[in-house]
């Protein structure tokens, strides 16, 4: 029995983990990288592994860092069982969907660029495409509800745990048997914060020997939820008074469905103006709300409570979806709005053309409510740049700025450590965060041997 670290290793993004036990390869997660370590040769490169020999690959949840490079895992000979829940499922479709025609536009666009300037040049070929993306969809198969064991193979089971990251997010628990050897292995995946809105607090963690855990926040805590929620509507009130816009950069899963449960809650409470004009610009966003609608089985007490008083959690009566490019392209001439897109790091969407045509503006704020990775333009503005480039323009940064890490879907150092207390584990592989996170959460760890592996390191278990 062993495991190889194939992404996330001290690095936030790019979740790839394969354990071998008895003849079988089992793969936990596939994620592409995003910011510094987002380039196409770090993607295309060997995944340090023959994808043809992995039997099984467990995917944890949807977001692309998690999932991201399936369609290329397909591509290169993956032919086993792709297993998660039901949520995670149909929200893969729709991010590695999403991420093909990306993918296709990039290589369309540099393609062009090239040609236009009479350049000798190698085509530039997509790191996969909507065929790939739809072929990888075949190999999917839905586990099991919460705690509930499944028989991979003989002397392998899987059992998810309700990680309450995002929509269908799971811990992953194996249970290894190999020559008379047994081992309980735990990911975690991402682990949610306690106390958020639509999706219930993570599951108590099962007692295993070895936890492979994130670390994103493992240096901080998060600023209450409560106080988090009165800052964004105090910026909201302000803005719009002035006749600003308020920029989210929102990731399409659960940031952008969680903060609009919370501008409903507002305006219901009074705390936001009733004529209050919302715009939800993100195709992608979009269509996650309505398979959020359809998995009202992962909501939580709070949410079901709304549902049964005959409320919509997921609206508002000043909500726009704009869908289309014109829809979106129009709201430049808007004044004294909300408008959210995607990404969540600005590293690509409709965001990037509000940042354009709003970000130099006083009048203007800009509120950012989750993670950004080294690299990224989001990064870049929450450090302090005054001026930024957007589609090739420079950009001056005069919109008031805002960071608002109460809202974030990852777990803080204090949550961590309760979680990681809770599995008892005596050997602990600590990924998914930047070196100094790290560093900090391994020192606070207690009766447990730290690893904190590097990129392709494997280990016996």
Known sequence: MQIAFHGAARNVTGSCHLIEC??????????????????????????????AAVDFLILSHAHLDHCGRIPLLVKNGFRGRI???????ELAKLVMLDSAHIQEEDARYQNYKANKHKKRFTAVEPLYTTVDALAALDFFMDLPRWEQPYELAPGLSVTLYDAGHILGSACILLDLEENGERRRVLFSGDLGSDGRAILPNPARPPRVDTVIM???YGDREHKDLQSSVAELYGVINETIAGQGNVL??????????EIIYYLREGMEQGRLPAGLRVYLD??????????????????????WKVLMS??????????????????????KNVEGAVIMAGSGMATGGRILHHLRNHLWKKTSALVFVGFA??????????????????????????????TINGFSAHADQKELLAWHRESGAKRTFLVHGEEKAMQSFAGLLQ???????????????
């Open 248 to 257: 989210i950069p929102s990731f399409a899963l659960e940031r952008s469905q």
């Open 310 to 331: 005959g409320r919509d959690p997921l609206s508002l009566p000043g909500l726009v979806f704009t869908k289309g490019n014109a829809d979106s392209m129009a709201l």
């Open 447 to 461: 009766d447990t041997q730290v690893v904190m592996p590097e990129l392709h390191e494997s280990y016996p278990l």
């Open 22 to 51: 008895s003849g079988r390869r089992i793969l936990l997660d596939c994620g592409l990288y995003q910011g510094m370590n987002g380039s196409a040769a770090n993607q295309a490169e060997h995944f340090g592994f023959d994808p």
């Open 83 to 89: 297993l998660c829940s039901s949520a995670t499922r």
């Open 373 to 402: 990775a080294k690299g990224t333009l989001a990064r870049a503005i929450i450090d302090g740049a005054d001026e930024v480039r957007v589609f090739q323009e420079q950009i001056a940064v005069n919109a008031s700025v805002h």
């Open 214 to 216: 994130e670390s994103t």
């Open 282 to 303: 993100s195709p992608m966003a979009i269509s996650a709300t309505e398979i959020f609608r359809r998995h009202q089985e992962c909501f939580d007490e709070e949410t």
